[in-house]
């Protein structure tokens, strides 16, 4: 008798690093060989391969997405006494990173079709306190960056290559968390900018403070945010493969699309990447019940819906609110068969 087929996961991390040998492995020991384990060669290339895959000048490998976000928000003075435009609906990350420099958090409600900041709503939650904007490109998806006379921040975590490097912002910060498009095998983060002094204060800020080694002079009072040459090599190999990747992903979510239109996806967009691919659901605990695939949800509270987050609420987020209570990830990675795609297919039909 035939074992029945496993359902297919929401997401399978062992498939990709097995894809990857047996390079990944050699990219591995070559650092391991080295004896240089930090702000090496690795970093360096590293940087300067994400920088011309993003289209801008400069890309600073930090420790984690919430790091890139933190540290640029410093770089562009964000501090204690001010304030920072945020989605409400978002990883908790977002917000966090506001806090940790200080700052105050105020989240906005979102856009109906997108998930992404409501642009008009932001306008009016400016204040004279306000020193940035963080619009989050959710899922992998564009979303709109407002002109609110204030830096604007994106937050590119889950958007590798899903940026235009003619938008007109002040840096972009981008994880490498696991799951992600393009994910290490450990934390790590970067900061990616046309602003060269920007780069450099972030450069700083991620060794604590030392703005030149030569010098051994520590300019400011900060932590240690530094990506190790083993994340960085891996994460060369993998930036390679990318592209293809994403063209991958894109083909899967164009056939759950096509396969139940009548879904309610996320909005589609020219440049989306699909780290994750959203439909809502009413029903979303019969409908994960029901499903014979693996699911997921991102994200179940909105920030004004987190303990710890509630005390920033100064408006109803109805839009927030209604993408947490009803957003499902279908399962979306590259290294899904076809006919795994095709069982889900069928499922959603």
Not at 307 to 319: K, N, S, W
Request: net charge negative; proline share 7%; with cysteine.
């Amino acid at each position: 008798m035939t074992a029945p087929a496993k359902a297919p996961p929401v997401v399978d991390l062992g498939r990709r690093m097995a894809a990857l040998q047996p390079e990944l492995g050699e990219a591995i020991d070559r650092v391991v060989r080295s004896g240089v384990y930090l702000l090496g060669p690795e970093t360096e290339a590293f940087e300067a391969e994400f920088a011309a895959f993003c289209g801008r000048r400069h890309a600073v490998a930090v420790a984690s997405g919430t790091e890139a976000l933190r540290l640029s928000l410093l770089a562009l003075g964000v501090g204690p006494g001010t304030e920072v435009v945020v989605p409400a609906f978002t990883a908790v990350p977002t917000a966090a990173a506001v806090c940790a420099t200080g700052a105050v958090p105020v989240p906005v409600d979102v856009d109906a079709a997108g998930a992404g900041l409501d642009p008009d709503l932001a306008a009016g939650a400016v204040s004279d306190r306000t020193r940035a904007v963080i619009p989050v490109h959710l899922y992998g998806r564009p979303a709109a960056l407002p002109a609110l006379g204030v830096p604007v921040l994106e937050d590119a975590a889950q958007a590798h290559g899903a940026l235009d490097p003619a938008a007109p912002s002040a840096a972009a910060a981008y994880s490498f968390y696991p799951t992600k498009n393009l994910g290490g095998i450990g934390d790590g983060g970067a900061v990616v900018t046309d602003d060269d002094d920007l780069a450099g204060r972030v450069r700083g800020l991620r060794r604590h403070g030392l703005a030149d080694p030569g010098t051994y002079d520590h300019v400011e009072v900060t932590g240690n945010s530094r990506l190790s040459e083993l994340e960085a090599a891996v994460l060369r190999v993998q930036l390679r493969r990318l592209p293809a990747w994403t063209a991958r992903r894109r083909a899967i979510a164009a056939a759950y699309r096509d396969a139940a239109p009548d879904l309610r996806w996320q909005a589609t967009h020219e440049r989306h990447v699909y780290h994750l691919c959203v439909a809502r659901f009413v029903d979303r605990d019969g409908f994960r019940a029901r499903a014979p695939f693996g699911t997921a949800v991102h994200y179940a509270r909105t920030i004004t819906q987190q303990t710890a987050y509630r005390r920033f609420a100064r408006a109803r987020c109805p839009q927030a609110e209604s993408w947490a209570a009803e957003c499902v990830s279908l399962p979306c990675f590259p290294e899904m068969t076809d006919d795994e795609v095709e069982r889900v297919c069928e499922a959603l039909r």
